[in-house]
C-alpha cells in the first residue's frame, strides 16, 4: 500500500491516538497548539526508551554519572549560557499574508530580480491584491495565483513597475528577503523573539510594581517605559529550561568531587526542556515542552577529536539497536555557518522522516565555553587538577585545566516518534474467510513495546479466566508488563495487541485445563507455538532478554 508523506504521518497521528500512545493535550478544550499527552502506551514507550538509554548511558558505564536537577535555575545560569541573549530568533511578519517567519531563514533575492507573489489559488491571490492596493496604493497585476509588477531595484529598495515601464511608479524598502511561503517584500520591522519561557518567582506581585511604575511615569517615551518595565520584571523572573545540560555545567565540581571520578568522565540527565518554539511541527518532532536524554563528556584538552568520533558512533549504534530500519538513519557535519556559538564541530544524528532527513540527535564539541563562562559569572572555579599530568604550559607535574566538553544531546520525545515511524507496519493478510485484508502492525523492539505479553482467555469462562489471571500475575511478579485480555473475539485481540506492538500473545484455551499447555503467537510472524505452561515464564524471559 504506497503512503504519501502527509498520509503516512496522519496514520500514525491517528493510530496513536485509537490505541493509546499520544493524544492531544487538553482535548475537550479544543486542545492546546502543540502540547501533547502521552496516554497509557505511550508513558510505557516513553520510559522504556529512556531507561534503556539511562541504561546504556550510565548503569553499564564506570565513566557518566547521573544527576537530575531542577528545572527552574538561577537566571545567571542562562545569562552566562549564553540563552537569555543569544537564544532569541529574528522574527518578521509578512504585512499582507500575516505570515510569521524567521528573518535569518528568509529567501533573499538578487537586483532586478522580478518579485512574484504566488498564492495557493486565484482567491488568495484577488485577495492579496485588495490588501496591497488598499494598504500601500498600487494594483499589481494579477496571474492566476500570482501577483506581478514588482521589482528589486538595488539591495535597499524595491518598485512597483506598472505595464513593464522602465520607471518605478512608487517605492519601497526591501527589508533584504521575502516571506518563505508567498515570497512577498512588504514586511514588518524585526523583533527579537526569545525562545525561553519566562515566569515569575516568589510571593511579590510583579504586576502590582508595573503599575506604580507607568502611573509615576507617565511622561516618559514608550521605549524608556519599555525598559523600566523591564528592569522590574527580570528582579523575579525565572525561566525553565530550554536544554537539561547546563545543570551538569553548573554541578560540574559537585558531582566530580562526591564521586572521585577522573577525567574524561560524563554527567548524564534526561528529562523536560521547554522553548517557546516559533514553528511547531510535525506532530510532536517540534513541540514546545519535550524531553530531552543529555550527556556531558568532560575530556582533557586536545583530546576532543577523540571522543568526538567516539561518541557519534555509540549514538549512532545505539539508535539503530532497536530499530527495524537501521538503514533510515544517518550523520549529517554541521558546517561552520550551522555551528552553535559555543560548538567548535557538531554531528547530527538524522533520521529519515516522511518529510526528509532531519535531526535526532546533536552530538557537539562544545570546547570549555560554558564551563569558563560559568566560572566567570559565579566566580567558582570549574576546573581539574591532574597530578599525574605535566603542564603544558610550565613543564611542571600536575596539570590544572577547563575540562572541554563532548555533548551528545538526544530528544527523547522526537525518538519516541522514530520509533513509532520505524514500527509501523501495514501487511496484507488472509482473515478467516480467506479474504484479503490490512493488518496494521506496530514492530516495536521488545525492550521498548509497552506491552510484553497479552494473556488471553478464549472464554470468557470455564475456569481459564482464573489461569489467565494467575499467570498475569506471575509475570508482573517477574516484573513483566503483562496484560489480562478477554474483549472481544480472539482475532481481535490479536489485531489490537498487533497495533498496540505487544510482542508476545498467550492463548487460554480448553486445552490448557486438559494438558497445562497454552499457545504463544509470535506478533511478527504470527505464528503460534504449543508449549507446556511451566515453562512459559522461562521462554518469555529468554525471549525478551535475547531480544
Ligand atoms: N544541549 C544541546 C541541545 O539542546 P539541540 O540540538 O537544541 O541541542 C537536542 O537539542 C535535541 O533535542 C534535538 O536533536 C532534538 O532531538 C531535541 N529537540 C530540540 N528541540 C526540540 C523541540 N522543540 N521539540 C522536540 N524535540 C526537540
Wanted: charged residues 30%; hydrophobic residues 35%; neutral net charge.
Amino acid at each position: 500500500m504506497s503512503n504519501t508523506p502527509e498520509n503516512f504521518k496522519e496514520k500514525i497521528i491517528s493510530l496513536c491516538k485509537r490505541r493509546g500512545f499520544i493524544f492531544q493535550s487538553s482535548e475537550i478544550y479544543g486542545g492546546l497548539k502543540s502540547a501533547y499527552d502521552y496516554g497509557p502506551l505511550g508513558v510505557e514507550l516513553k520510559r522504556n526508551l529512556m531507561n534503556e538509554w539511562w541504561k546504556s548511558m550510565v548503569h553499564k558505564r564506570e565513566d557518566v554519572i547521573g544527576l537530575d536537577a531542577s528545572i527552574i535555575m538561577h537566571p545567571k545560569v542562562w545569562e552566562a549560557s549564553g540563552h537569555l541573549a543569544g537564544f532569541s530568533d529574528p522574527l518578521v511578519d509578512c504585512l499582507v499574508s500575516k505570515e510569521r517567519f524567521r528573518a535569518d531563514k528568509a529567501p533573499k533575492l538578487n537586483v532586478e530580480d522580478d518579485i512574484t507573489i504566488t498564492c495557493n489559488d486565484k482567491g488568495q491571490a484577488k485577495n492579496f491584491q485588495k490588501i496591497i492596493e488598499d494598504r500601500f496604493n498600487i494594483l499589481l497585476k494579477r496571474e492566476g495565483k500570482q501577483l506581478k509588477g514588482l521589482k528589486l531595484i538595488d539591495e535597499k529598495n524595491f518598485g512597483f513597475f506598472e505595464n513593464n515601464n522602465t520607471k518605478p511608479i512608487k517605492t519601497f524598502e526591501y527589508k533584504g528577503y521575502v516571506s518563505p511561503t508567498f515570497g512577498c517584500p512588504f514586511l514588518s520591522e524585526e523583533r527579537q523573539f526569545n525562545l525561553m519561557f519566562r515566569s515569575q518567582i516568589g510571593p511579590v506581585d510583579v504586576l502590582g510594581e508595573i503599575t506604580t511604575y507607568i502611573r509615576k511615569n507617565k511622561n516618559i517615551s514608550s521605549d524608556e517605559l519599555r525598559i523600566g518595565i523591564d528592569k522590574l520584571v527580570k528582579k523575579s523572573a525565572v525561566y525553565l529550561r530550554p536544554e537539561t545540560a547546563q545543570a551538569m555545567f553548573v554541578q560540574f565540581l559537585n558531582c566530580q568531587q562526591t564521586m572521585s571520578m577522573k577525567i574524561p568522565f560524563g554527567i548524564a540527565q534526561m528529562g523536560k526542556s521547554f522553548r517557546n518554539e516559533i514553528t511547531t511541527e510535525h506532530f510532536i518532532f517540534r513541540s514546545c515542552e519535550f524531553e530531552q536524554m543529555e550527556m556531558e563528556f568532560f575530556v582533557e584538552p586536545g583530546t576532543q577529536e577523540k571522543w568526538l568520533d567516539y561518541w557519534v558512533e555509540k549514538r549512532m549504534s545505539w539508535w539503530q539497536k532497536f530499530a527495524n530500519h537501521p538503514e533510515n538513519f544517518r550523520y549529517r557535519a554541521h558546517d561552520e555557518s550551522e555551528l552553535a556559538h559555543y560548538a567548535e564541530a557538531c554531528y547530527d544524528i538524522e533520521y529519515k522522516y516522511p518529510w526528509g532527513y532531519d535531526e535526532l540527535e546533536g552530538v557537539a564539541s562544545r570546547t570549555d565555553y560554558d564551563l569558563k563562562k560559568h566560572a566567570e559569572q559565579s566566580g567558582t572555579k570549574l576546573s581539574y587538577f591532574d597530578q599525574q599530568k605535566t603542564d603544558p604550559d610550565t613543564g611542571k607535574n600536575g596539570w590544572r585545566y577547563t575540562p572541554y566538553v563532548i555533548e551528545p544531546a538526544a530528544g527523547a520525545t522526537r525518538g519516541l516518534l522514530v520509533y513509532l515511524m520505524d514500527a509501523y507496519t501495514e501487511e496484507t493478510v488472509k482473515d478467516a474467510k480467506g479474504n484479503e485484508t490490512t493488518r496494521i502492525v506496530m514492530k516495536l523492539h521488545p525492550k521498548l513495546a509497552p506491552i510484553k505479553v497479552a494473556i488471553l482467555p478464549l472464554v470468557k469462562k470455564e475456569g481459564l479466566p482464573e489461569i489467565a489471571r494467575k499467570l498475569v500475575n506471575e509475570l508482573f511478579e517477574l516484573g513483566i508488563n503483562a496484560r489480562y485480555d478477554e474483549q472481544h473475539s480472539i482475532g481481535k485481540r490479536y489485531r489490537r495487541h498487533d497495533e498496540a506492538g505487544t510482542p508476545f500473545c498467550i492463548t487460554i484455551d480448553g486445552q490448557t485445563k486438559e494438558d497445562k499447555s497454552v499457545t504463544i503467537r509470535d506478533r511478527d510472524t504470527m505464528k503460534q507455538e504449543r508449549i507446556p505452561l511451566v515453562y512459559l515464564k522461562e521462554i518469555i524471559q529468554k525471549k525478551l532478554s535475547e531480544a
